[in-house]
């Protein structure tokens, strides 16, 4: 039986080292799967033209397209590939779950989309086991004179089960800053990770809000999403420069019926 307790002190353990290296974790999937939704389906924009933030929204609740200041874009070239993954230690055999727009793993429901407010969408699907129900809310802070905007995103993992279910949760990015995918630095600490274009020194970060899970920012040398029960394959050492991604990982005990939720700002720098 997959030791809860011990998992979580690990993930501890190996975020505190900073992951200096790439590390093996049980068997999990090939993220090339399919292709999948990378369409927009709702856009946000604010600010000036030297502080001009814009990002928009596919249907499943990946963002599509992120550019600041205008006409510098992060993530909507070549392949479009930002989104989420989970893998559920519960089970013998650990259970992967993943939306990168480009691919995802096959094993979810529809997407119901609601608004909050003018500045917000909320995502809400089950996966097709009926084990999960992921909540993303993703809100627009609007930019300024004085500052770039930037885009929040909640996510509420509720277990739908009787059994207490340990997992990985994870967000994730395809950086390509200013249009190209070979001249970008990437660099990462525990709560955040950064792809910076080096000639004009523009670039997009993921940063955590939450820090009550044992979790870490990583980058890694390749634009595929991480496949989410072998996260540490494609994770490198820092920083470098070439063709790479960024994301954000937490290890969360989820009880039964219970619902535990992170939050995660994406702002260019």
């Known amino acids: ?3 809860k307790p011990m998992m979580l002190a690990a993930i501890l353990i190996l975020s505190s080292l900073g992951f200096a290296q790439a590390r093996t974790q049980p068997e999990g999937e ?3 799967a399919p292709s999948k939704n990378t369409s927009c389906a709702y856009s946000y924009s604010s600010g000036p033209s030297a502080s001009f933030t814009s990002y928009c929204l596919t249907g499943n609740g990946n963002i599509a397209q992120f550019a600041s200041p205008s006409g510098f874009e992060f993530i909507n070239t070549g392949t ?3 989104g989420y993954g989970i893998c559920d230690f519960t089970p013998a055999t650990p259970v ?3 939306d990168y727009a480009h691919a995802d ?3 979810w429901g529809p997407t119901t989309v609601t608004a909050p407010s003018s500045t917000s969408k909320r995502f809400v699907r089950t996966t097709s086991d009926g084990i999960w129900q992921l909540t993303q809310t993703v809100t627009q802070i609007k930019a300024t004179n004085s500052t770039v905007g930037s885009a929040k995103v909640v996510m509420a993992l509720k277990n739908l089960t009787g059994t207490d279910r340990v997992v990985y949760l994870i967000r994730y990015a395809d950086v ?3 249009g190209t995918d070979s001249d970008d630095t990437f660099i990462w ?3 955040s990770a950064h792809g910076v274009d080096r000639e004009v020194s523009y670039g997009l970060g993921l940063t955590t809000n939450t820090f009550i899970f044992p979790h870490t920012g990583f980058t890694q040398n390749e634009f595929d999403g991480p496949a989410p029960c072998n996260v540490f394959t494609n994770m490198n050492g ?3 420069t070439g063709d790479g991604s960024i994301g954000h990982l937490f290890a969360i005990e989820v009880l039964r019926g219970a619902t535990r939720t992170v939050t995660l700002t994406y702002k260019p720098i």
Request: no cysteine; net charge negative.
């Open 1 to 3: 039986m997959f030791d």
């Open 30 to 32: 090939d993220p090339a």
């Open 80 to 82: 479009v590939s930002e």
């Open 96 to 98: 992967p779950y993943f």
């Open 105 to 107: 793993s096959g094993n």
């Open 176 to 178: 390509d800053a200013g």
């Open 189 to 191: 600490g525990i709560n």
């Open 238 to 240: 820092q920083p470098f």
